[in-house]
């Protein structure tokens, strides 16, 4: 029988040399945004010492989005995803957040699916020009009643 493996998040503290090289590794072949001195925070998730996943939240044009949430396959259906959310929404509510974004492929039915049970709603950004084939984009609005959800 196969045991549970405990799952920790830790905010990443030093973006040094070492973890940049970690950080291209994990996301090879993946575009990820380049942040430099954007505000933001990445998130990893360790199995153990082994890295099972990251995420990122950045602050941009007055508001914070999530990002790069990616999950390795021998370590999805843990729970990985919806713990690195968790975190990355506590951080931007700590932040002063009123509301958290992120912009996804609407075929990407685990990443809605993982947002949807925290309260994010498929919106259109102002200024953009949306149908329903094209609106990418999830808002949630931060209220008391999201306390009850994060872990």
């Known amino acids: 029988m196969m045991t549970a493996l405990k799952i920790t998040v830790r905010k990443v503290e030093r973006e040094d040399k070492a973890w940049k090289a970690r950080f291209e590794d994990f996301y090879q072949g993946r575009a990820v945004k380049r942040l430099g001195r954007q ?19 950045y602050f941009e044009k007055g508001r914070w989005i999530m ?3 990616l999950v390795r396959p021998e ?8 713990r690195l959310t968790s975190a990355r929404l506590r951080y931007a509510i700590a932040q002063g957040a009123g509301e958290v974004w992120y912009s996804c492929e609407d075929g ?9 049970r925290f309260g994010f709603v498929k919106v259109c ?5 949306c149908t329903a084939a094209t609106a990418h984009w999830y808002k949630l609005a931060i209220t008391p009643a999201l306390d009850k959800i994060l872990e």
């Open 39 to 57: 505000p933001h925070a990445y998130f990893a998730a360790y199995a153990g010492e082994e890295l099972a996943g990251l995420s990122v939240i």
């Open 67 to 69: 990002d790069a949430l």
């Open 75 to 82: 370590f999805r259906e843990m729970g990985v995803a919806k």
């Open 108 to 116: 990407n039915l685990v990443t809605i699916c993982c947002h949807l």
């Open 125 to 129: 950004p102002d200024k953009h020009r």
